[in-house]
């Protein structure tokens, strides 16, 4: 049988968020004749723009007490059954129902692995006041006895000698020995949640193979989160701005794909809605935020020189130790991240809304233990090493001052200008990187005339008035009714 392009999207534990950043993209998938269809999803009142066909796990979280429920049908309970094969054998399902309309199809696959288990406390409780525990991940029994002696791999940063990070990072209890054992076995049973993953994928694979529309199919597996597991004296958690919370894999097949290739430059879940798109011909809406990501050996290469170098992050509210060890929830984890990758930098830099910064120079510093903008107090302590470093031969103040200027427009960006944030900044468009806007012509105005990023106050989730300074109402300088960029 020959199709059009068809499309699987692994997710390990994609959250609904990322449904609803592919919500654009699925209104016009379905202006097009192509089956779409979600499988296993965490439950939501009110997901956005549903596919064709919907399969909604109302009891995510809990590996052996899934409940399925597809479209509007009545839910379908699976005590004592193992979730991720229950979903495995619903998505062979769908995958041969889709096959058999000899139609072009796109099914995303979201397997709760390898999230934490869900412990609800008395059953005899409304579920909105139980009390939840958020244990080791659940293998199936099949894969209970793998990797026995496997560890932690000891980075670095893993449970160091002297704290690192700041607010309630910084303050962290190096980790006794009790609690790295128990982390170990937390990271085995993530290991052997995701085996019966690896064999859902195999199982997709199989079948497209087997139907002989292997390579008319586009792959993309990912996930959602990275995740830290005694990194920074954390107990196991995914709520920070570290390499292992956000840096997560994204790995690609499909007909123009080359075999083998890999890269380095910046992508993120912003981009699928806009790659999904340009697969089948068609442009992304105007109010997308994201940029197609380059599948061709010559786009990927184009890419190196072209494509932005920066990534924004950020997050409200709390962080949460999980497991038996859980220091329970922090609160002052609202905080505004920026990454940025280019030629001579590969920096991460943060404003944290009790008004403390971050800034590692990843290529020097992998494991981000060196906070180049620490306190005065934690370099005397100890805590953070207390080292000058110029980053491209040139004043970390100045390159810092580049870098807020680049989050102060990311934190409430909209359409091409999250693509292209130099260009609000310059608008006459002479600068598209950091190196360019690293120019002495400009010092001036990124460290005296404009704006900084601060927050008001901490909060537990996203309030404007507790965001500070916004650049569309605050971060545009004029003199005598001109731009700036008309000055200089």
């Known amino acids: 049988?020959?199709?059009?392009?068809?499309?699987?999207?692994?997710?390990?534990?994609?959250?609904?968020?990322?449904?609803?950043?592919?919500?654009?993209?699925?209104?016009?998938?379905?202006?097009?004749?192509?089956?779409?269809?979600?499988?296993?999803?965490?439950?939501?009142?009110?997901?956005?723009?549903?596919?064709?066909?919907?399969?909604?796990?109302?009891?995510?979280?809990?590996?052996?007490?899934?409940?399925?429920?597809?479209?509007?049908?009545?839910?379908?309970?699976?005590?004592?059954?193992?979730?991720?094969?229950?979903?495995?054998e619903k998505a062979y399902g769908f995958l041969d129902d889709a096959v058999s309309s000899e139609k072009p199809f796109f099914l995303t696959v979201a397997p709760v692995a390898p999230h934490s288990n869900m412990k609800f406390g008395s059953s005899d409780l409304p579920i909105e006041d139980q009390l939840v525990e958020f244990d080791t991940r659940l293998p199936a029994q099949r894969h209970a006895h793998l990797f026995p002696d496997v560890e932690i791999p000891c980075t670095e940063n893993f449970n160091p000698d002297m704290p690192s990070g700041v607010s309630w990072v910084k303050n962290l209890p190096r980790q006794n020995e009790s609690n790295v054992v128990y982390n170990d076995h937390f990271y085995r049973q993530r290991l052997r949640a995701l085996q019966a993953v690896d064999e859902l994928v195999d199982g997709i694979v199989s079948?497209?193979?087997?139907?002989?529309?292997?390579?008319?199919?586009?792959?993309?597996?990912?996930?959602?989160?990275?995740?830290?597991?005694?990194?920074?004296?954390?107990?196991?958690?995914?709520?920070?701005?570290?390499?292992?919370?956000?840096?997560?894999?994204?790995?690609?097949?499909?007909?123009?794909?080359?075999?083998?290739?890999?890269?380095?430059?910046?992508?993120?879940?912003?981009?699928?809605?806009?790659?999904?798109?340009?697969?089948?011909?068609?442009?992304?809406?105007?109010?997308?935020?994201?940029?197609?990501?380059?599948?061709?050996?010559?786009?990927?290469?184009?890419?190196?020189?072209?494509?932005?170098?920066?990534?924004?992050?950020?997050?409200?509210?709390?962080?949460?130790?999980?497991?038996?060890?859980?220091?329970?929830?922090?609160?002052?984890?609202?905080?505004?991240?920026?990454?940025?990758?280019?030629?001579?930098?590969?920096?991460?830099y943060s404003v944290w809304c009790n008004q403390e910064h971050e800034l590692y120079n990843i290529d020097n510093d992998p494991y981000q233990l060196n906070n180049l903008l620490a306190s005065t107090d934690d370099q005397e302590q100890g805590s953070i090493p207390s080292k000058s470093e110029a980053i491209l031969n040139l004043p970390i103040s100045k390159v810092v001052s580049r870098l807020d200027a680049l989050l102060f427009v990311l934190k409430t960006c909209k359409t091409d200008?999250?693509?292209?944030?130099?260009?609000?900044?310059?608008?006459?468009?002479?600068?598209?990187?950091?190196?360019?806007?690293?120019?002495?012509?400009?010092?001036?105005?990124?460290?005296?005339?404009?704006?900084?990023?601060?927050?008001?106050?901490?909060?537990?989730?996203?309030l404007l008035d507790a965001e500070g300074p916004q650049f569309e109402r605050d971060g545009l300088a004029y003199r005598h009714g001109a731009r700036w960029d008309h000055w200089v």
């Open 1 to 88: 049988m020959n199709f059009g392009h068809s499309y699987v999207l692994f997710g390990l534990a994609i959250a609904t968020y990322i449904l609803a950043e592919h919500a654009l993209a699925n209104q016009q998938l379905q202006q097009h004749p192509l089956q779409t269809t979600l499988v296993g999803l965490p439950s939501d009142e009110n997901p956005p723009q549903r596919p064709n066909d919907f399969l909604l796990d109302l009891y995510t979280y809990q590996y052996y007490n899934s409940t399925f429920q597809r479209n509007h049908d009545a839910p379908i309970h699976h005590e004592d059954s193992y979730s991720t094969d229950i979903l495995a």
């Open 207 to 348: 079948r497209l193979e087997q139907y002989g529309i292997l390579d008319n199919t586009y792959v993309f597996y990912s996930t959602d989160n990275g995740y830290h597991i005694g990194q920074h004296r954390l107990q196991p958690g995914k709520e920070c701005g570290f390499e292992e919370d956000i840096n997560i894999p994204l790995i690609i097949r499909g007909p123009p794909v080359p075999e083998g290739v890999t890269t380095d430059i910046v992508t993120s879940h912003t981009d699928l809605a806009s790659t999904f798109l340009k697969i089948i011909g068609e442009k992304p809406r105007l109010d997308s935020d994201g940029l197609a990501i380059p599948l061709t050996e010559n786009d990927i290469a184009k890419a190196k020189s072209d494509r932005h170098e920066h990534l924004n992050v950020e997050y409200w509210g709390f962080a949460l130790g999980e497991g038996h060890h859980s220091d329970g929830f922090h609160w002052n984890n609202t905080y505004k991240g920026l990454r940025v990758i280019g030629k001579g930098y590969n920096l991460y």
């Open 417 to 462: 200008i999250c693509i292209k944030p130099w260009h609000a900044l310059h608008p006459d468009g002479t600068v598209s990187t950091l190196e360019d806007a690293l120019e002495s012509r400009f010092d001036h105005f990124y460290e005296a005339e404009r704006r900084r990023v601060t927050f008001s106050r901490c909060e537990r989730g996203f």
